[in-house]
């Protein structure tokens, strides 16, 4: 089965604490990229993924870090998490070429930083 | 640069009626227009997509949207609503060039009373 899985599914911690979170798909996609999601503000872009070792930043990657080191993988690193980074995080893959419109979502990551 | 409005950010409708919900976007390029669905703890599903074929789009569990581009809308309708349907749905345009980005609305809470 397609799918795009993230792990963990619910994270609390405390500020400064490193943490990352995972995300791997299983459809050879090369483009994966992180969104978070808060109340009223819809989805917006962290940091994505054009190929191996190819990232960049979207519209907010303060205070996240990103690596692509083989395809299916795409982790999101918070080196020292603060609250206002507690969301709901996404994480998303799609392939190039005609069908690269279509993105695939994970479950989805609670994290809340106290 | 594409941005996306939705208007509404809840929405009850009663069984049986029709659902409505109101998506308007501004794109300096033709634009790729997606609809996703987003059930309680659940990722994001794509329902619909419009990449320049068909101005009426059909998607899945019912649901369609027409383009006008004179309108700048892309409007997500289903005759008849079910119990099922309740969920959060985002509209979001692709932006233009490589980066495959999506820009997502702040998205409408869909309730459904028996």
């Keep these: 089965e397609a799918q795009v899985t993230q792990n963990p599914r619910y994270l609390i911690t405390v500020t400064g604490k490193k943490l990352t979170v995972t995300c791997s798909q ?3 996609h090369e483009y994966m990229s992180w969104y978070r999601q808060d109340p009223g503000l819809g989805l917006r872009q962290i ?7 190819v990232t960049d930043k979207g519209d907010v990657p303060e205070g996240y870090k990103v690596s692509r080191k083989e395809k299916r993988n ?13 969301s709901l995080y996404f994480c998303a893959s799609s392939s190039s070429g005609w069908a690269k419109n279509i993105q695939y979502f994970g479950a989805g990551t609670r994290l809340s930083v106290l | 640069a594409q941005s996306v409005t939705q208007l509404g950010s809840h929405v009850s409708v009663s069984e049986g009626a029709l659902v409505l919900l109101r998506c308007n976007y501004s794109s300096s390029v033709p ?3 997606f609809w996703y669905v987003q059930y309680p703890n659940q990722g994001l599903q794509l329902l619909l997509k419009y990449t320049s074929a068909a101005t009426l789009v059909k998607g899945i569990n019912g649901f369609e949207a027409e383009f006008k581009k004179s309108e700048t809308s892309f409007h997500l309708t289903k005759p008849s609503a079910h119990m099922s349907d309740a969920a959060e749905y985002f509209c979001a345009v692709r932006e233009g060039g490589a980066t495959n980005k999506l820009i997502f609305g702040t998205g409408t809470l869909l309730a459904v009373q028996p």
């Design chain 1, 74 to 86: 795409f982790p999101l690193i918070l080196e020292s998490p603060s609250p206002n980074q507690t």
């Design chain 1, 47 to 53: 940091y994505y993924s054009m190929n191996v070792e």
């Design chain 2, 31 to 33: 634009p790729y227009l």
């Design chain 1, 26 to 28: 299983n459809m050879n």
